[in-house]
């Protein structure tokens, strides 16, 4: 092989890679444990550096994280909470729903939720997760 040829070579193998890398990662979090809240979001915030397709959902207490104004603990060692990491999530472009029984069994409204956070359609949930390739974690 030529140097041309080794050169093509890898850039292809590094091309399909990199292509490799990019996926669908589904998180849920239903856990009201800040650690297991916060290993989820830290994941998704890794997945998303490295330009994964992310989307969360949040169910039952870890749906307490998108109430805008919640008192949440600091979580080290960067000092910020599950709510902040979210948030991040968010500017970052995490699509962040809550699951469809939250809001109606808390008595909260879609107005008490985070900018950025909507509530969950159980049908469309469902099609993305039968998808092809999309990876879920749970916490």
Do not use: W
Request: aromatic share 2%; with cysteine; proline share 6%.
């Amino acid at each position: 092989m030529t140097l041309r040829h080794t050169l093509l070579a890898a850039l292809a193998a590094s091309t399909l890679a990199a292509g490799a890398h990019a996926a669908d990662l589904f998180v849920s979090i239903h856990s009201g444990s800040a650690m297991a809240q916060g290993a989820g979001l830290v994941l998704a915030s890794q997945a998303l550096e490295q330009k994964a397709s992310v989307r969360v959902l949040l169910c039952d207490a870890a749906g307490d994280i998108a109430v805008a104004g919640k008192e949440l603990p600091t979580l080290k060692p960067r000092n910020v909470t599950p709510q902040q990491m979210l948030q991040g999530l968010i500017q970052a472009g995490a699509k962040v729903e809550v699951c469809a029984l939250y809001l109606p069994n808390t008595g909260r409204q879609a107005s008490d939720l985070l900018p950025g956070v909507t509530p969950a359609k159980p049908a469309d949930v469902a099609a993305h997760l039968l998808k092809p390739g999309v990876q879920t974690l749970a916490f």
